[in-house]
């Protein structure tokens, strides 16, 4: 077994060891943390079904976007950073995270904006994240909205990740057909946009 020299811990070369030390990396930086949902799900069960996702859609052929999938929320949601991610994984994956990361030192209203904005423009398996991101938190929407959400809050939210995943169409044909069929989960079970 190859191992490359990284400056904390050795990171594994064997792509299944390289995802399940990403899985333990980000079980330990979002420890303690549950989905928003009424089911308040652990935060890991999103990261598997994202990284799951991307998994999928790239017929395991992505190790990169796969990692980055588990780790997409690491530096928007927790005390890691992006240099943190690339000494240990690599700067694509880095790069990935980046790209699919808010500047929670904005408003949420132009985190918002920027997301729809910037999703066009994403490298392809930035798009592919983004893509599986939506479809996981519109599946979550569908079976465990938010507590407190309101019903107009959650058609907002539904027909904001639909303009964000706008700029993504084109990318993932498959990836493409699960978030539509997330959205008509929402719908279905919300009454919203009906």
Known sequence: MRWRRRARKPTPVNPILIITDAYHFAAAKHVGQRRKGVAEEPYVNHLTEVAELVARATAGADIDAIVAAVLHDTVEDTDTSFAEIADRYG?????????????KTLPKAERKRLQIEHAAHASPGAKVVKLADKTSNLRALAVSPPKGWPAARRAEYLAWAIDVVAGCRGTNPWLEGQFDAAVADVVATEGVLA
């Open 91 to 103: 700067s694509r994956v880095a790069g990935l995270v980046a790209e699919v990361t808010d500047d």
